[in-house]
Protein backbone atom coordinates (compact mmCIF):
# COMPACT_ATOMS: atom_id res chain seq x y z
CA UNK A 1 0.00 0.00 0.00
CA UNK A 2 1.28 3.62 -1.26
CA UNK A 3 1.87 6.15 1.55
CA UNK A 4 -0.92 8.44 -0.43
CA UNK A 5 -3.38 5.57 -0.08
CA UNK A 6 -2.81 5.57 3.67
CA UNK A 7 -2.99 9.25 3.89
CA UNK A 8 -6.01 8.76 1.91
CA UNK A 9 -7.52 6.81 4.24
CA UNK A 10 -6.81 9.12 6.76
CA UNK A 11 -8.22 11.79 5.29
CA UNK A 12 -11.31 10.21 4.82
CA UNK A 13 -11.49 8.70 8.42
CA UNK A 14 -11.61 12.61 9.79
CA UNK A 15 -14.07 14.21 7.02
CA UNK A 16 -17.04 15.41 8.39
CA UNK A 17 -18.62 14.91 5.09
CA UNK A 18 -17.88 11.12 4.72
CA UNK A 19 -21.29 9.99 5.97
CA UNK A 20 -22.49 11.72 3.32
CA UNK A 21 -22.01 9.69 0.24
CA UNK A 22 -23.93 6.77 1.84
CA UNK A 23 -26.85 8.93 1.14
CA UNK A 24 -26.29 8.56 -3.05
CA UNK A 25 -26.77 5.43 -5.22
CA UNK A 26 -23.16 4.58 -6.09
CA UNK A 27 -20.97 1.53 -6.63
CA UNK A 28 -17.47 1.00 -6.65
CA UNK A 29 -16.57 3.34 -9.99
CA UNK A 30 -14.61 6.49 -8.93
CA UNK A 31 -17.25 8.62 -10.01
CA UNK A 32 -15.56 12.11 -10.99
CA UNK A 33 -18.32 13.47 -13.28
CA UNK A 34 -21.06 14.80 -11.04
CA UNK A 35 -20.15 18.46 -12.55
CA UNK A 36 -22.05 16.93 -15.61
CA UNK A 37 -24.69 14.76 -14.04
CA UNK A 38 -24.90 14.25 -10.90
CA UNK A 39 -25.39 11.13 -8.86
CA UNK A 40 -28.73 9.87 -7.86
CA UNK A 41 -29.57 10.37 -3.97
CA UNK A 42 -31.12 6.98 -2.77
CA UNK A 43 -34.44 8.96 -1.87
CA UNK A 44 -35.60 10.03 -5.00
CA UNK A 45 -36.81 6.96 -7.00
CA UNK A 46 -39.70 6.40 -4.19
CA UNK A 47 -39.89 10.16 -4.17
CA UNK A 48 -40.52 10.20 -7.79
CA UNK A 49 -43.07 7.07 -7.93
CA UNK A 50 -44.86 8.82 -5.41
CA UNK A 51 -45.58 12.03 -7.94
CA UNK A 52 -46.19 9.35 -10.41
CA UNK A 53 -48.14 7.15 -8.73
CA UNK A 54 -50.68 9.18 -6.45
CA UNK A 55 -50.52 12.56 -7.93
CA UNK A 56 -50.51 12.04 -10.78
CA UNK A 57 -52.19 8.76 -11.23
CA UNK A 58 -54.64 9.55 -8.20
CA UNK A 59 -55.26 12.91 -7.40
CA UNK A 60 -54.64 14.24 -11.17
CA UNK A 61 -55.89 17.69 -11.88
CA UNK A 62 -56.13 18.24 -8.40
CA UNK A 63 -52.07 17.95 -7.78
CA UNK A 64 -52.32 21.61 -9.35
CA UNK A 65 -53.43 23.14 -6.02
CA UNK A 66 -53.30 19.82 -3.40
CA UNK A 67 -49.50 18.50 -4.33
CA UNK A 68 -48.57 21.83 -4.47
CA UNK A 69 -47.21 21.78 -8.39
CA UNK A 70 -48.23 24.61 -9.19
CA UNK A 71 -45.83 26.54 -7.07
CA UNK A 72 -43.18 24.29 -7.22
CA UNK A 73 -40.76 26.59 -8.88
CA UNK A 74 -40.61 29.57 -6.14
CA UNK A 75 -40.93 26.93 -3.98
CA UNK A 76 -38.15 25.07 -5.34
CA UNK A 77 -36.14 28.13 -6.31
CA UNK A 78 -36.41 28.93 -2.40
CA UNK A 79 -34.57 25.86 -1.41
CA UNK A 80 -31.50 26.52 -3.93
CA UNK A 81 -31.31 29.75 -2.83
CA UNK A 82 -29.45 29.42 0.42
CA UNK A 83 -27.07 27.39 -1.62
CA UNK A 84 -26.29 30.46 -3.69
CA UNK A 85 -26.56 32.55 -1.05
CA UNK A 86 -29.89 34.48 -1.71
CA UNK A 87 -32.30 35.22 0.31
CA UNK A 88 -36.06 33.35 -0.40
CA UNK A 89 -37.89 35.31 -3.20
CA UNK A 90 -35.79 35.98 -5.29
CA UNK A 91 -35.25 32.34 -7.64
CA UNK A 92 -37.52 30.13 -9.57
CA UNK A 93 -37.05 27.10 -11.48
CA UNK A 94 -37.86 26.01 -14.96
CA UNK A 95 -36.83 26.04 -18.22
CA UNK A 96 -33.05 25.47 -19.62
CA UNK A 97 -29.91 27.21 -18.59
CA UNK A 98 -30.12 28.14 -22.18
CA UNK A 99 -33.71 29.75 -21.78
CA UNK A 100 -32.47 31.25 -18.66
CA UNK A 101 -29.40 32.91 -20.03
CA UNK A 102 -31.31 34.53 -23.08
CA UNK A 103 -34.49 35.81 -20.60
CA UNK A 104 -31.46 37.23 -17.81
CA UNK A 105 -29.51 38.53 -20.89
CA UNK A 106 -32.11 40.43 -22.57
CA UNK A 107 -33.90 41.20 -19.28
CA UNK A 108 -30.70 42.98 -18.37
CA UNK A 109 -29.74 45.28 -21.77
CA UNK A 110 -33.70 46.33 -21.10
CA UNK A 111 -32.79 47.52 -17.43
CA UNK A 112 -29.65 49.21 -18.20
CA UNK A 113 -31.26 51.14 -20.76
CA UNK A 114 -34.37 51.83 -18.38
CA UNK A 115 -36.30 50.86 -20.82
CA UNK A 116 -39.76 51.04 -20.10
CA UNK A 117 -42.15 47.61 -20.38
CA UNK A 118 -44.97 49.85 -21.55
CA UNK A 119 -43.79 52.69 -23.87
CA UNK A 120 -40.55 50.98 -25.44
CA UNK A 121 -38.63 54.55 -24.55
CA UNK A 122 -35.18 53.84 -23.90
CA UNK A 123 -32.01 55.08 -23.42
CA UNK A 124 -30.03 54.01 -26.54
CA UNK A 125 -26.59 55.02 -25.24
CA UNK A 126 -26.07 51.50 -24.05
CA UNK A 127 -25.56 49.08 -27.20
CA UNK A 128 -22.97 46.45 -25.96
CA UNK A 129 -23.18 42.90 -24.01
CA UNK A 130 -19.74 41.76 -23.18
CA UNK A 131 -19.69 37.97 -23.19
CA UNK A 132 -17.11 35.52 -21.56
CA UNK A 133 -14.98 34.98 -24.99
CA UNK A 134 -14.16 31.24 -23.25
CA UNK A 135 -17.53 30.37 -22.10
CA UNK A 136 -19.62 26.72 -22.84
CA UNK A 137 -21.07 27.61 -26.12
CA UNK A 138 -24.57 27.40 -25.44
CA UNK A 139 -24.08 30.89 -23.57
CA UNK A 140 -21.87 32.57 -26.59
CA UNK A 141 -24.78 31.59 -28.97
CA UNK A 142 -27.35 32.86 -26.64
CA UNK A 143 -25.51 36.19 -25.99
CA UNK A 144 -25.25 36.51 -30.08
CA UNK A 145 -28.96 36.11 -30.32
CA UNK A 146 -29.47 38.43 -27.74
CA UNK A 147 -27.61 41.34 -28.92
CA UNK A 148 -29.30 41.05 -32.21
CA UNK A 149 -32.54 41.22 -30.93
CA UNK A 150 -31.52 44.19 -28.48
CA UNK A 151 -29.43 45.58 -31.48
CA UNK A 152 -25.99 45.76 -29.41
CA UNK A 153 -22.82 44.88 -30.80
CA UNK A 154 -21.49 41.44 -29.20
CA UNK A 155 -17.73 41.79 -27.32
CA UNK A 156 -16.63 38.43 -26.39
CA UNK A 157 -13.83 38.81 -23.96
CA UNK A 158 -11.59 36.97 -21.39
CA UNK A 159 -12.94 37.67 -17.91
CA UNK A 160 -9.75 39.32 -17.09
CA UNK A 161 -10.15 41.58 -20.04
CA UNK A 162 -13.57 43.02 -18.97
CA UNK A 163 -12.56 45.60 -16.63
CA UNK A 164 -10.78 47.65 -18.93
CA UNK A 165 -13.29 46.98 -21.65
CA UNK A 166 -16.09 48.02 -19.74
CA UNK A 167 -17.20 51.55 -20.55
CA UNK A 168 -20.54 54.23 -20.97
CA UNK A 169 -22.15 52.07 -23.44
CA UNK A 170 -21.70 48.67 -22.09
CA UNK A 171 -25.30 47.75 -21.09
CA UNK A 172 -25.01 43.84 -19.46
CA UNK A 173 -21.78 41.82 -19.28
CA UNK A 174 -22.48 37.36 -18.54
CA UNK A 175 -19.90 35.75 -16.97
CA UNK A 176 -19.33 32.30 -16.00
CA UNK A 177 -18.17 31.80 -12.12
CA UNK A 178 -16.02 28.91 -13.24
CA UNK A 179 -14.97 28.01 -16.41
CA UNK A 180 -16.14 24.24 -17.78
CA UNK A 181 -13.10 23.55 -19.49
CA UNK A 182 -10.31 24.74 -16.80
CA UNK A 183 -11.80 24.91 -13.52
CA UNK A 184 -11.00 28.13 -13.19
CA UNK A 185 -12.68 30.07 -10.61
CA UNK A 186 -13.26 33.77 -11.69
CA UNK A 187 -13.68 36.76 -9.58
CA UNK A 188 -17.32 37.07 -8.79
CA UNK A 189 -17.37 39.59 -5.94
CA UNK A 190 -14.47 41.78 -8.06
CA UNK A 191 -15.97 41.26 -11.70
CA UNK A 192 -19.28 42.41 -10.40
CA UNK A 193 -17.93 45.55 -8.45
CA UNK A 194 -16.52 46.80 -12.11
CA UNK A 195 -19.44 46.42 -14.05
CA UNK A 196 -21.55 48.62 -11.61
CA UNK A 197 -18.85 51.09 -11.82
CA UNK A 198 -19.63 50.90 -15.32
CA UNK A 199 -23.74 51.22 -15.20
CA UNK A 200 -23.76 48.06 -16.49
CA UNK A 201 -25.40 44.69 -15.32
CA UNK A 202 -23.72 41.64 -14.26
CA UNK A 203 -25.27 38.10 -15.02
CA UNK A 204 -23.66 35.36 -13.72
CA UNK A 205 -24.00 31.59 -15.17
CA UNK A 206 -22.96 29.38 -11.67
CA UNK A 207 -23.76 26.25 -13.79
CA UNK A 208 -20.08 24.58 -12.11
CA UNK A 209 -20.18 26.50 -8.85
CA UNK A 210 -23.58 25.74 -7.40
CA UNK A 211 -23.42 22.97 -5.11
CA UNK A 212 -19.71 23.19 -5.29
CA UNK A 213 -18.68 25.89 -3.33
CA UNK A 214 -20.30 29.39 -1.89
CA UNK A 215 -21.17 31.63 -4.05
CA UNK A 216 -22.52 34.88 -2.28
CA UNK A 217 -25.02 36.62 -4.90
CA UNK A 218 -26.58 38.49 -2.68
CA UNK A 219 -23.65 39.88 -0.45
CA UNK A 220 -22.22 40.41 -3.62
CA UNK A 221 -24.75 42.64 -5.39
CA UNK A 222 -24.93 40.37 -8.47
CA UNK A 223 -28.07 41.25 -10.27
CA UNK A 224 -29.06 38.42 -12.01
CA UNK A 225 -27.64 34.55 -12.59
CA UNK A 226 -28.79 31.01 -13.82
CA UNK A 227 -27.48 28.00 -13.48
CA UNK A 228 -28.58 24.36 -14.11
CA UNK A 229 -29.24 21.55 -11.30
CA UNK A 230 -27.81 18.56 -12.66
CA UNK A 231 -24.47 19.33 -11.83
CA UNK A 232 -23.85 19.36 -8.53
CA UNK A 233 -27.22 20.01 -7.43
CA UNK A 234 -27.43 16.26 -8.62
CA UNK A 235 -30.86 16.95 -9.62
CA UNK A 236 -31.50 14.04 -12.52
CA UNK A 237 -30.86 14.08 -16.33
CA UNK A 238 -32.01 17.54 -18.21
CA UNK A 239 -33.62 18.86 -14.69
CA UNK A 240 -34.93 22.60 -14.82
CA UNK A 241 -31.97 25.37 -14.33
CA UNK A 242 -33.05 28.24 -12.53
CA UNK A 243 -33.30 32.53 -12.51
CA UNK A 244 -32.19 34.24 -9.83
CA UNK A 245 -33.66 38.05 -10.20
CA UNK A 246 -32.00 40.66 -7.35
CA UNK A 247 -34.86 41.64 -5.16
CA UNK A 248 -34.60 45.29 -6.23
CA UNK A 249 -34.79 44.34 -10.03
CA UNK A 250 -38.03 42.22 -9.75
CA UNK A 251 -40.54 45.72 -10.34
CA UNK A 252 -38.40 46.51 -13.33
CA UNK A 253 -37.50 43.24 -14.60
CA UNK A 254 -38.98 42.75 -18.41
CA UNK A 255 -38.62 39.05 -19.51
CA UNK A 256 -38.34 39.07 -23.10
CA UNK A 257 -40.22 35.49 -22.47
CA UNK A 258 -43.65 36.79 -20.71
CA UNK A 259 -45.89 33.77 -20.69
CA UNK A 260 -49.38 32.80 -18.73
CA UNK A 261 -47.26 31.35 -15.76
CA UNK A 262 -45.73 34.93 -15.04
CA UNK A 263 -48.95 36.59 -15.53
CA UNK A 264 -50.40 38.41 -12.13
CA UNK A 265 -53.34 36.54 -12.75
CA UNK A 266 -52.53 33.65 -14.50
CA UNK A 267 -56.25 32.02 -14.54
CA UNK A 268 -57.92 35.07 -15.65
CA UNK A 269 -56.71 34.77 -19.37
CA UNK A 270 -56.49 38.10 -20.07
CA UNK A 271 -55.36 38.84 -23.68
CA UNK A 272 -53.16 41.76 -22.03
CA UNK A 273 -50.37 40.83 -19.82
CA UNK A 274 -49.00 42.39 -17.03
CA UNK A 275 -46.39 40.78 -14.83
CA UNK A 276 -46.71 38.62 -11.88
CA UNK A 277 -44.78 40.37 -8.47
CA UNK A 278 -40.99 39.54 -7.67
CA UNK A 279 -39.36 36.59 -9.05
CA UNK A 280 -42.37 34.95 -10.57
CA UNK A 281 -41.44 37.20 -13.39
CA UNK A 282 -38.63 34.44 -14.69
CA UNK A 283 -41.68 31.48 -15.09
CA UNK A 284 -42.87 31.03 -18.69
CA UNK A 285 -44.78 28.21 -19.47
CA UNK A 286 -46.41 24.80 -17.33
CA UNK A 287 -43.41 23.96 -15.17
CA UNK A 288 -41.93 20.46 -16.21
CA UNK A 289 -43.28 18.50 -12.76
CA UNK A 290 -41.65 15.47 -13.14
CA UNK A 291 -37.98 16.57 -13.29
CA UNK A 292 -38.81 19.28 -11.42
CA UNK A 293 -40.47 17.52 -8.28
CA UNK A 294 -37.05 15.04 -8.70
CA UNK A 295 -34.67 17.73 -8.22
CA UNK A 296 -36.93 19.03 -5.25
CA UNK A 297 -36.11 15.19 -3.22
CA UNK A 298 -32.61 15.72 -4.41
CA UNK A 299 -32.15 18.78 -2.69
CA UNK A 300 -32.74 17.16 1.00
CA UNK A 301 -29.44 15.98 0.56
CA UNK A 302 -28.30 19.25 1.43
CA UNK A 303 -29.98 19.65 4.68
CA UNK A 304 -27.53 20.18 7.52
CA UNK A 305 -25.17 20.97 4.96
CA UNK A 306 -22.85 24.09 5.37
CA UNK A 307 -20.97 25.35 1.78
CA UNK A 308 -18.16 26.07 4.13
CA UNK A 309 -17.60 22.81 4.83
CA UNK A 310 -17.91 21.93 1.06
CA UNK A 311 -15.34 24.47 -0.03
CA UNK A 312 -12.97 23.08 2.33
CA UNK A 313 -13.53 19.28 1.04
CA UNK A 314 -13.62 20.51 -2.47
CA UNK A 315 -9.84 21.67 -2.22
CA UNK A 316 -8.52 19.02 -0.17
CA UNK A 317 -10.11 16.76 -2.94
CA UNK A 318 -8.08 18.94 -5.93
CA UNK A 319 -5.02 19.66 -4.02
CA UNK A 320 -5.00 15.79 -3.15
CA UNK A 321 -5.30 14.70 -6.72
CA UNK A 322 -2.91 16.51 -8.06
CA UNK A 323 -0.41 15.83 -5.28
CA UNK A 324 -1.11 12.27 -6.32
CA UNK A 325 -1.17 12.68 -9.89
CA UNK A 326 2.17 14.30 -9.88
CA UNK A 327 3.64 11.71 -7.57
CA UNK A 328 2.51 8.79 -9.80
CA UNK A 329 2.14 10.29 -13.60
CA UNK A 330 5.65 10.62 -15.32
CA UNK A 331 6.73 13.90 -15.43
CA UNK A 332 5.77 15.43 -18.71
CA UNK A 333 2.94 13.66 -19.84
CA UNK A 334 -0.25 15.40 -18.82
CA UNK A 335 0.00 19.17 -17.55
CA UNK A 336 -2.63 20.97 -15.06
CA UNK A 337 -4.91 23.68 -16.20
CA UNK A 338 -6.23 24.13 -12.99
CA UNK A 339 -4.95 26.70 -11.07
CA UNK A 340 -2.70 26.68 -8.25
CA UNK A 341 -4.18 28.99 -5.98
CA UNK A 342 -7.10 28.48 -4.42
CA UNK A 343 -9.14 31.31 -5.40
CA UNK A 344 -8.80 31.08 -8.74
CA UNK A 345 -10.08 27.21 -8.59
CA UNK A 346 -13.35 25.67 -8.76
CA UNK A 347 -14.24 21.88 -7.98
CA UNK A 348 -12.78 20.42 -10.71
CA UNK A 349 -8.95 19.50 -12.21
CA UNK A 350 -8.64 19.71 -15.66
CA UNK A 351 -5.89 18.03 -17.21
CA UNK A 352 -4.37 18.43 -20.45
CA UNK A 353 -3.02 15.63 -22.73
CA UNK A 354 1.23 16.38 -23.94
CA UNK A 355 1.39 16.00 -27.12
CA UNK A 356 3.89 13.59 -27.02
CA UNK A 357 1.43 10.78 -25.95
CA UNK A 358 -0.51 11.08 -29.08
CA UNK A 359 1.19 9.05 -31.56
CA UNK A 360 1.06 6.02 -28.71
CA UNK A 361 -2.77 6.60 -28.60
CA UNK A 362 -4.13 8.31 -31.48
CA UNK A 363 -6.20 5.25 -33.26
CA UNK A 364 -8.44 5.84 -36.13
CA UNK A 365 -8.15 10.01 -35.66
CA UNK A 366 -10.05 9.36 -32.24
CA UNK A 367 -9.50 12.24 -29.74
CA UNK A 368 -6.13 11.20 -27.72
CA UNK A 369 -8.01 12.72 -24.70
CA UNK A 370 -10.89 10.98 -25.19
CA UNK A 371 -9.14 7.38 -25.69
CA UNK A 372 -7.30 8.01 -22.03
CA UNK A 373 -10.72 8.80 -20.68
CA UNK A 374 -12.31 5.51 -22.43
CA UNK A 375 -9.49 3.33 -20.79
CA UNK A 376 -10.08 5.29 -17.35
CA UNK A 377 -13.93 4.11 -17.66
CA UNK A 378 -13.33 0.66 -18.46
CA UNK A 379 -11.11 0.80 -15.45
CA UNK A 380 -13.75 1.78 -13.18
CA UNK A 381 -12.67 6.05 -13.23
CA UNK A 382 -15.33 7.84 -15.01
CA UNK A 383 -14.99 11.48 -15.89
CA UNK A 384 -14.58 13.63 -18.91
CA UNK A 385 -13.22 14.81 -21.83
CA UNK A 386 -13.40 18.04 -23.73
CA UNK A 387 -12.04 18.38 -27.50
CA UNK A 388 -9.23 18.49 -28.29
CA UNK A 389 -6.70 17.20 -25.50
CA UNK A 390 -8.68 17.62 -21.76
CA UNK A 391 -9.20 15.46 -19.37
CA UNK A 392 -11.77 16.92 -16.91
CA UNK A 393 -12.01 15.24 -13.52
CA UNK A 394 -15.45 16.85 -11.40
CA UNK A 395 -14.90 16.20 -7.19
CA UNK A 396 -18.56 15.94 -5.85
CA UNK A 397 -18.06 16.80 -2.28
CA UNK A 398 -20.53 15.23 -0.84
CA UNK A 399 -19.71 11.78 -2.52
CA UNK A 400 -16.50 11.53 -3.77
CA UNK A 401 -13.40 10.07 -0.98
CA UNK A 402 -9.93 10.79 -0.78
CA UNK A 403 -9.20 6.69 -1.57
CA UNK A 404 -11.26 8.28 -4.69
CA UNK A 405 -8.99 10.32 -5.42
CA UNK A 406 -5.98 8.93 -4.74
CA UNK A 407 -7.32 5.59 -7.22
CA UNK A 408 -8.09 7.64 -10.51
CA UNK A 409 -4.47 9.51 -9.97
CA UNK A 410 -2.58 5.42 -9.98
CA UNK A 411 -5.12 4.67 -12.86
CA UNK A 412 -4.63 7.15 -15.00
CA UNK A 413 -0.72 6.73 -14.30
CA UNK A 414 -1.09 3.06 -15.18
CA UNK A 415 -2.81 4.04 -18.22
CA UNK A 416 -0.43 6.57 -19.67
CA UNK A 417 2.67 4.85 -18.43
CA UNK A 418 1.83 1.64 -20.43
C1 LIG B 1 -23.75 22.84 -18.27
C2 LIG B 1 -23.76 24.25 -18.74
C3 LIG B 1 -24.83 24.76 -19.48
C4 LIG B 1 -25.95 23.86 -19.89
O1 LIG B 1 -26.97 24.51 -20.54
P1 LIG B 1 -28.34 23.73 -20.78
O2 LIG B 1 -29.21 24.71 -21.42
O3 LIG B 1 -28.80 23.27 -19.43
O4 LIG B 1 -28.04 22.55 -21.65
C5 LIG B 1 -24.81 26.11 -19.81
N1 LIG B 1 -23.77 26.90 -19.46
C6 LIG B 1 -22.72 26.42 -18.76
C7 LIG B 1 -21.62 27.34 -18.38
C8 LIG B 1 -22.68 25.09 -18.40
O5 LIG B 1 -21.63 24.61 -17.73
Given at each position: ?173 LLNHADYRT ?9 TAAVHAAGA ?218
Amino acid sequence: MSDLHVRAKALDAEDELGGKRAEFVLDDTVYLDGNSLGALPAHVPERVADVIDRQWGKLRIRSWEESGWWTAPERIGDRIAPLVGAAPGQIVVGDSTSVNVFKALVAAVRLARGEDAGTGARDEGRDEIIVDATTFPTDGYIARSAARLTGCRLTPLTPAEVPAALSPRTAAVLLNHADYRTGRLHDLPGLTAAVHAAGALAVWDLCHTAGALPVGLDAHGVDLAVGCTYKYLNGGPGSPAYIYVRAELQDRFDSPLPGWNSHAEPFGMRPEFEAAEGALRGRVGTPDILSMLALEAALDVWDGVSMDAVRAKSLALTDFFLRCVEAYVPKGLVESLTPEAHAERGSQVALRCSPKLSTSFEQGGAPLAGDVMKRLTERGVVGDFRAPDVLRFGFTPLYVSFVDAERAARVLAEILES
